[in-house]
């Protein structure tokens, strides 16, 4: 069964930066977009950033400019670079990768900014 593990959160002071990757444990077939959506506490979960299988990116207004994803030759990791961080940033980042047939999700990876 294909998993999608997540890695790169943690605690980082206003300004810092991170980097979050997604790898799929197994091959996904047809995946046509890949993205990264956050939720807050007491939020709704909310779109960061999604990237098509022809590299066309789309960023939350919120993160424009700050934040960049990419993915790997295979397309089968997916990262999201994260500067100039706000603690307005803070919550749990999970990526996803989307396919005709279903849309695969990964567990969740906390990001905090706090001095």
């Known amino acids: 069964q294909v998993q999608l593990v997540e890695s790169g959160g943690g605690l980082v002071q206003p300004g810092g930066s991170l980097r979050l990757s997604c790898a799929a444990s197994?091959?996904?077939?047809?995946?046509?977009?890949t993205g990264w959506y956050r939720q807050a506490p007491g939020k709704q979960r909310e779109l960061v950033a999604t990237?098509?299988?022809?590299?066309?990116?789309n960023y939350a207004d919120s993160v424009k400019g700050r934040f960049t994803i990419s993915t790997d030759n295979a397309k089968n990791t997916v990262f999201l670079r994260m500067n100039s961080l706000k603690p307005e940033d803070t919550a749990v980042y999970y990526c996803k990768f989307s396919t005709s047939a279903r849309d695969y999700w990964g567990q969740g990876t906390q990001v905090t900014v706090s001095s």
């Open positions: 197994g091959s996904i077939f047809g995946v046509y977009r």
């Open positions: 990237i098509t299988s022809g590299d066309s990116t």
